[in-house]
Structures are given as structure tokens and as C-alpha cells.
């Protein structure tokens, strides 16, 4: 899936995430589209908080778990 970086205090965390889903692409793509959701999901985000309105260009805050069981935000 790739790398993603993240920032906190000018310093970058570079990890991977792979999982297979036995489900159908349009299935899995409705069910994750609703970021806000991901805590309920995906156990690595601890919450997920609108600071904008509006589907596009909209902007959220994350709070994650490194798996260093740090709480990362972003």
C-alpha cells in the first residue's frame, strides 16, 4: 500500500499497511470512505475529528497508536 509519513514536531515516521479484505472493491471503498468511522475499524486511529465542513477540501484531525504503542497526532 505504500509509505506514509508522519509528521510530529518536525520528525517522520515512515510505516506500511497491508491488509486483504475478502469483500468486493465497492463494498470495502463505501465502507472507508467515511473516515470519521475508522476508530471503529481500524484499530491503529484512536479518533478521527472534523475541523472543517464539506466533503471536499475538508481537513481532520487524527490521533493515532504507533505500533509502539505511542499516540501520534496529526
Not at 14 to 33: G, L, N
Not at 40 to 49: D, G, H, K, L
Request: hydrophobic share 35%.
Amino acid at each position: 500500500m505504500g509509505h506514509h509519513p508522519i509528521s510530529r514536531r518536525n520528525k517522520s515516521q515512515m510505516f506500511d499497511i497491508s491488509i486483504e479484505i475478502d469483500r468486493p472493491a465497492q463494498t470495502v471503498f463505501r465502507h472507508i470512505e467515511d473516515i470519521e468511522a475508522a476508530p471503529a475499524w481500524y484499530s491503529a486511529v484512536q479518533s478521527v475529528a472534523k475541523l472543517t465542513a464539506g466533503p471536499v477540501g475538508r481537513v481532520l484531525e487524527t490521533s493515532w497508536r504507533s505500533p509502539s504503542s505511542k499516540s501520534m497526532h496529526c
